[in-house]
């Protein structure tokens, strides 16, 4: 049984990572968690026991305080949005304690599932580059891309069309954007490759980063691609005045080569800046940037009518919502939480949350470089409630199972380097 688990497992890996489909209407994802945990109870049943570690148990404890606080909900007037909430809750929580069991039984081999990851996240970013290819110059249109989401692969995507000079590009954001590029940035500090294929891998995440377009991945992209090249100049003996140089150099010339490239319109500069600044202060920004401040005075207003426990999980301001189907779904994703569990069931259970997290994605790396990689990582994935929601989901649990992940593989990677010395 512990095979068909490890497998099962590596098959949920990858269909995280790409949008899978649905079968008889029933995510795919849905159906691998379900089957997991049916093969994990027969294996309990099999063995009489299997090994629950602490965090397991503080996610259990934090499972029955949300219930706690569903009843709550429910005694102080039932809340239209509380079943819709708990799926999404449950949705996190399923993935991270799956991840946690399999780790401490020993049913997942960490080095196999990393390249299971690897296989998920090179398909997924090359076909994304080939999609955003194919509708430059036309080969597919931006409709059936649509479709190919929504209806086959029952996805949902974000989109908008932007200009970088003379060509029209496309934004093709899902939920699971966070996973390739945390794979990729730790990848560029930490990997043994030469300069070039650095920068190659640096072209790529420029590349996914702008195809995503989002602010906080393009942020993302550009503190990852500075600190792993600083890491690996660090590693090959070059001082800080050195790097410098080096950095402004390569700069100049990858300034020089563009402004050549482009020379016959002279606009290269423009049309880069010009499609940021479009990102980052274009009229759509002011404008969701200005839904997110009505959000706030809304959300905060309610929030002092019920500072300690809220208003109830699931709850959203009558005469403000942002989505009519997920209607206690807000971009200020832990403000809305403030207004719903107020200040003490926020401390309990996101804090309670975030701390765990924190545990076994962070601290549970005893690689120094990769630890502040993934620290980088982990509070850029943390930052991100504050603007979008997302935190309730199964995709945030799964970029939870990564970080877990290369936690585990670059300690065991010290490890063995570590005894490969002592023996030699």
């Not at 069309?161 to 934004?171: A, H, L, N, W």
């Not at 005469?319 to 189907?325: A, T």
Request: aromatic content about 14%.
């Amino acid at each position: 049984m512990g095979k068909i688990i490890e497998w099962l497992f590596y098959v949920l890996l990858f269909s995280f990572v790409l949008p899978s489909g649905s079968i008889i209407g029933i995510p795919v994802k849905i159906l691998l968690v379900l089957a997991i945990f049916g093969c994990i109870f027969l294996e309990m049943l099999r063995q009489n026991k299997i090994v629950v570690d602490r965090y397991t148990i503080r996610l259990i404890e934090i499972v029955v305080i949300m219930i706690l606080w569903g009843i709550l909900s429910i005694a102080g007037g039932y809340t239209p949005g509380l079943k819709t909430f708990l799926k999404s809750f449950f949705s996190l929580i399923s993935v991270i304690i799956i991840a946690l069991l399999c780790f401490k039984n020993k049913w997942v081999d960490i080095d196999r599932a990393i390249k299971v990851l690897w296989m998920a996240v090179i398909f997924y970013v090359g076909l994304k580059i080939l999609i955003e290819m194919a509708l430059i110059v036309h080969v597919v249109s931006y409709d059936l891309v649509g479709v190919i989401f929504e209806k086959f692969l029952n996805a949902e995507w974000m989109s908008l069309e932007f200009k970088m000079g003379p060509i029209t590009c496309y934004r093709i954001t899902t939920s699971n954007d966070t996973i390739p590029l945390i794979l990729m940035s730790i990848e560029l500090a930490c990997g043994k490759k030469s300069i070039s294929r650095k920068f190659a891998l640096i072209a790529v995440m420029a590349a996914y980063s702008m195809i995503v377009y989002s602010r906080v991945v393009i942020v993302q992209f550009l503190a990852m691609a500075l600190i792993g090249i600083f890491y690996y100049f660090k590693k090959e003996g070059l001082t800080y005045k050195n790097m410098l140089i080096i950095l402004s150099g390569i700069i100049c010339v990858l300034l020089a080569v563009a402004f050549l490239f482009l020379y016959k319109d002279g606009k290269i500069i423009e049309n880069v800046s010009g499609a940021l600044e479009y990102r980052f202060s274009g009229t759509q920004v002011e404008a969701s940037d200005g839904v997110r401040n009505d959000q706030f005075e809304h959300l905060y207003e309610g929030f002092l009518e019920s500072p300690f426990i809220g208003h109830g999980l699931g709850s959203y301001v009558k005469d403000f919502i942002r989505s009519e189907s997920n209607p206690h779904s807000y971009e200020l994703e832990y403000m809305s939480y403030m207004y719903q569990f107020g200040v003490i069931g926020f401390f309990l259970i996101i804090g309670g949350l975030i701390y765990t997290f924190f545990e076994i994605s962070v601290k549970w790396c005893k690689d120094n470089i990769a630890k502040i990689i993934l620290l980088l990582n982990f509070v850029i994935w943390l930052i991100k409630p504050f603007f979008n929601p997302g935190f309730m989901s199964s995709s945030s649990g799964m970029t939870i199972v990564t970080f877990a992940l290369l936690a585990l593989y670059y300690t065991k990677l010290k490890d063995d380097n570590r005894v490969k010395e002592i023996k030699s």
